[in-house]
Protein backbone atom coordinates (compact mmCIF):
# COMPACT_ATOMS: atom_id res chain seq x y z
CA UNK A 1 0.00 0.00 0.00
CA UNK A 2 2.97 2.30 1.34
CA UNK A 3 4.77 1.42 -2.29
CA UNK A 4 1.51 1.79 -4.62
CA UNK A 5 1.20 5.04 -3.17
CA UNK A 6 4.52 6.27 -3.28
CA UNK A 7 4.61 5.11 -6.59
CA UNK A 8 1.44 7.23 -7.84
CA UNK A 9 2.92 10.74 -5.97
CA UNK A 10 5.68 9.35 -8.20
CA UNK A 11 4.16 9.43 -11.53
CA UNK A 12 1.92 12.08 -10.92
CA UNK A 13 5.09 14.40 -10.14
CA UNK A 14 7.09 13.02 -13.37
CA UNK A 15 3.96 14.47 -15.61
CA UNK A 16 4.19 17.88 -13.35
CA UNK A 17 7.90 18.00 -14.20
CA UNK A 18 7.51 17.33 -17.63
CA UNK A 19 4.77 20.17 -18.47
CA UNK A 20 6.70 21.97 -16.82
CA UNK A 21 10.06 21.58 -18.40
CA UNK A 22 7.49 22.07 -21.51
CA UNK A 23 6.31 25.90 -20.62
CA UNK A 24 9.87 27.07 -19.56
CA UNK A 25 11.04 26.04 -23.09
CA UNK A 26 8.14 27.73 -24.66
CA UNK A 27 8.70 31.08 -22.23
CA UNK A 28 12.88 30.64 -23.33
CA UNK A 29 11.57 30.60 -27.61
CA UNK A 30 8.63 33.51 -26.75
CA UNK A 31 11.73 35.59 -24.92
CA UNK A 32 14.37 35.10 -28.08
CA UNK A 33 11.73 35.84 -30.54
CA UNK A 34 10.19 38.84 -28.77
CA UNK A 35 14.35 40.35 -27.62
CA UNK A 36 16.87 38.31 -29.47
CA UNK A 37 18.30 36.83 -26.39
CA UNK A 38 17.55 35.50 -22.96
CA UNK A 39 18.43 38.23 -20.47
CA UNK A 40 20.10 36.35 -17.65
CA UNK A 41 20.16 40.35 -15.67
CA UNK A 42 16.73 39.25 -14.56
CA UNK A 43 15.92 37.18 -11.25
CA UNK A 44 12.53 35.83 -13.26
CA UNK A 45 14.44 34.16 -16.05
CA UNK A 46 17.57 32.90 -13.74
CA UNK A 47 14.85 31.40 -11.34
CA UNK A 48 12.57 29.80 -14.26
CA UNK A 49 15.84 28.49 -16.14
CA UNK A 50 17.26 27.05 -12.49
CA UNK A 51 13.98 25.21 -12.57
CA UNK A 52 14.07 24.05 -15.79
CA UNK A 53 17.21 22.50 -14.97
CA UNK A 54 15.91 21.26 -11.94
CA UNK A 55 12.94 19.73 -12.99
CA UNK A 56 14.87 18.00 -16.18
CA UNK A 57 17.46 16.32 -13.45
CA UNK A 58 14.17 15.50 -10.95
CA UNK A 59 12.08 13.99 -14.13
CA UNK A 60 15.28 11.81 -14.77
CA UNK A 61 15.63 10.38 -11.21
CA UNK A 62 12.11 9.96 -11.19
CA UNK A 63 12.29 7.65 -14.57
CA UNK A 64 15.05 6.10 -12.87
CA UNK A 65 12.97 5.05 -9.71
CA UNK A 66 10.14 4.12 -11.33
CA UNK A 67 12.02 1.59 -13.67
CA UNK A 68 14.54 0.32 -11.17
CA UNK A 69 13.17 1.36 -7.57
CA UNK A 70 16.30 3.04 -6.91
CA UNK A 71 15.24 5.82 -4.55
CA UNK A 72 15.67 9.49 -5.66
CA UNK A 73 19.37 11.63 -4.11
CA UNK A 74 18.87 13.50 -1.07
CA UNK A 75 21.26 16.00 -3.69
CA UNK A 76 18.24 15.81 -6.01
CA UNK A 77 15.40 16.62 -4.06
CA UNK A 78 17.54 19.48 -2.42
CA UNK A 79 18.24 21.01 -6.06
CA UNK A 80 13.83 20.74 -6.90
CA UNK A 81 13.02 22.31 -3.44
CA UNK A 82 15.84 25.17 -4.38
CA UNK A 83 13.93 25.59 -8.13
CA UNK A 84 10.43 26.27 -5.62
CA UNK A 85 11.96 28.08 -3.41
CA UNK A 86 13.21 30.19 -6.14
CA UNK A 87 10.11 30.88 -8.31
CA UNK A 88 7.90 31.32 -5.24
CA UNK A 89 9.83 34.46 -4.54
CA UNK A 90 9.31 35.47 -8.30
CA UNK A 91 5.51 34.69 -7.88
CA UNK A 92 5.09 36.90 -4.72
CA UNK A 93 7.50 39.25 -5.80
CA UNK A 94 5.46 39.95 -9.16
CA UNK A 95 1.87 39.58 -7.01
CA UNK A 96 2.86 41.94 -4.21
CA UNK A 97 5.69 44.50 -5.75
CA UNK A 98 6.37 44.61 -9.67
CA UNK A 99 2.37 44.29 -10.52
CA UNK A 100 1.45 47.51 -7.98
CA UNK A 101 4.51 49.34 -9.62
CA UNK A 102 2.98 49.12 -12.89
CA UNK A 103 0.10 50.87 -11.70
CA UNK A 104 -3.34 50.94 -14.34
CA UNK A 105 -4.99 48.86 -11.69
CA UNK A 106 -5.86 45.39 -12.17
CA UNK A 107 -4.67 45.51 -15.54
CA UNK A 108 -1.22 46.16 -14.22
CA UNK A 109 -1.84 42.39 -12.68
CA UNK A 110 -3.44 41.02 -15.64
CA UNK A 111 0.06 42.60 -17.74
CA UNK A 112 2.69 41.22 -15.50
CA UNK A 113 0.68 37.75 -14.88
CA UNK A 114 -0.78 36.94 -18.35
CA UNK A 115 1.08 38.60 -21.27
CA UNK A 116 3.12 36.37 -23.22
CA UNK A 117 6.06 34.73 -21.78
CA UNK A 118 4.83 36.31 -18.38
CA UNK A 119 2.42 34.04 -18.69
CA UNK A 120 4.92 31.18 -18.43
CA UNK A 121 7.71 32.46 -16.31
CA UNK A 122 5.46 34.76 -13.46
CA UNK A 123 2.72 32.26 -13.22
CA UNK A 124 2.19 28.86 -15.03
CA UNK A 125 5.92 27.36 -14.04
CA UNK A 126 6.29 28.74 -10.48
CA UNK A 127 2.48 27.59 -9.73
CA UNK A 128 3.48 24.05 -11.22
CA UNK A 129 6.77 23.95 -9.79
CA UNK A 130 5.23 24.60 -6.16
CA UNK A 131 2.60 21.99 -6.23
CA UNK A 132 4.71 19.76 -7.49
CA UNK A 133 7.05 20.20 -4.54
CA UNK A 134 4.68 20.57 -2.20
CA UNK A 135 2.10 17.70 -2.94
CA UNK A 136 3.85 14.75 -4.77
CA UNK A 137 7.40 14.97 -4.17
CA UNK A 138 7.73 14.12 -0.03
CA UNK A 139 10.93 11.94 -0.42
CA UNK A 140 13.65 12.21 0.50
CA UNK A 141 13.04 14.03 3.86
CA UNK A 142 14.31 17.72 3.88
CA UNK A 143 14.78 19.00 7.46
CA UNK A 144 13.92 22.86 8.36
CA UNK A 145 17.85 23.65 7.81
CA UNK A 146 17.43 23.16 4.23
CA UNK A 147 15.52 25.91 4.01
CA UNK A 148 18.59 28.38 4.88
CA UNK A 149 20.15 25.99 1.64
CA UNK A 150 17.07 27.18 -0.41
CA UNK A 151 17.83 30.95 0.05
CA UNK A 152 21.30 30.69 -1.24
CA UNK A 153 20.53 31.21 -5.08
CA UNK A 154 18.43 34.37 -4.02
CA UNK A 155 20.92 35.69 -1.70
CA UNK A 156 24.18 35.30 -4.26
CA UNK A 157 21.40 37.18 -6.66
CA UNK A 158 21.04 39.75 -4.26
CA UNK A 159 24.48 40.71 -3.67
CA UNK A 160 26.05 40.30 -7.33
CA UNK A 161 23.32 42.34 -8.51
CA UNK A 162 23.93 45.22 -6.04
CA UNK A 163 27.43 45.11 -6.57
CA UNK A 164 27.23 45.51 -10.36
CA UNK A 165 24.43 48.41 -9.48
CA UNK A 166 27.25 49.83 -7.27
CA UNK A 167 30.34 49.81 -10.15
CA UNK A 168 27.60 51.01 -12.37
CA UNK A 169 28.01 48.05 -14.88
CA UNK A 170 24.01 47.48 -15.25
CA UNK A 171 21.13 49.69 -13.67
CA UNK A 172 18.36 47.24 -12.11
CA UNK A 173 17.18 45.39 -13.82
CA UNK A 174 14.15 46.01 -11.30
CA UNK A 175 13.33 49.75 -9.09
CA UNK A 176 14.60 48.14 -6.20
CA UNK A 177 18.03 47.18 -7.19
CA UNK A 178 18.73 50.81 -7.85
CA UNK A 179 21.12 51.82 -5.05
CA UNK A 180 22.62 54.07 -6.37
CA UNK A 181 19.00 55.97 -6.46
CA UNK A 182 17.33 55.70 -3.53
CA UNK A 183 18.56 56.21 0.43
CA UNK A 184 20.55 53.75 1.41
CA UNK A 185 18.60 52.62 4.95
CA UNK A 186 15.99 51.77 1.85
CA UNK A 187 18.69 49.52 -0.07
CA UNK A 188 18.91 47.49 3.44
CA UNK A 189 15.23 47.53 4.05
CA UNK A 190 14.92 46.25 0.36
CA UNK A 191 17.55 43.59 0.97
CA UNK A 192 16.02 42.32 4.29
CA UNK A 193 12.57 42.24 2.70
CA UNK A 194 13.55 40.24 -0.14
CA UNK A 195 16.58 37.61 1.08
CA UNK A 196 14.28 37.63 4.53
CA UNK A 197 10.92 36.64 2.48
CA UNK A 198 12.66 34.10 0.35
CA UNK A 199 13.82 32.64 3.71
CA UNK A 200 10.25 32.55 4.71
CA UNK A 201 8.71 31.45 1.66
CA UNK A 202 11.37 28.55 1.51
CA UNK A 203 10.78 27.56 5.10
CA UNK A 204 7.04 27.30 4.33
CA UNK A 205 7.42 25.32 1.56
CA UNK A 206 9.37 22.65 3.57
CA UNK A 207 6.66 22.34 6.52
CA UNK A 208 4.03 22.21 3.28
CA UNK A 209 6.13 19.50 1.84
CA UNK A 210 6.89 17.47 5.28
CA UNK A 211 2.61 17.52 5.93
CA UNK A 212 1.15 13.83 5.06
CA UNK A 213 4.80 12.53 4.17
CA UNK A 214 4.10 9.70 6.85
CA UNK A 215 1.13 8.50 5.15
CA UNK A 216 2.86 7.38 1.88
Request: aromatic share 14%; glycine share 6%; charged share 10%.
Amino acid sequence: MQNTLKIKRTKTALAFNLAIIACEIAAIIIVFFKIGCYPLVYYTEDSNLFALVACAVMAGFQVRYLKSGKEIPHSVQMFKYMAAAVLSVTFIVVLAVLSPMRGDGINGWLYMLFNKDFTFLHTLCPILTILSFVLFEKEPHLNTKSAFTATIPTLIYAIVLIILNIVGAIDGPYPFLRVMNQPLYMSFVWFIVIVGGAFFLALLLQKLNSTGRKSK
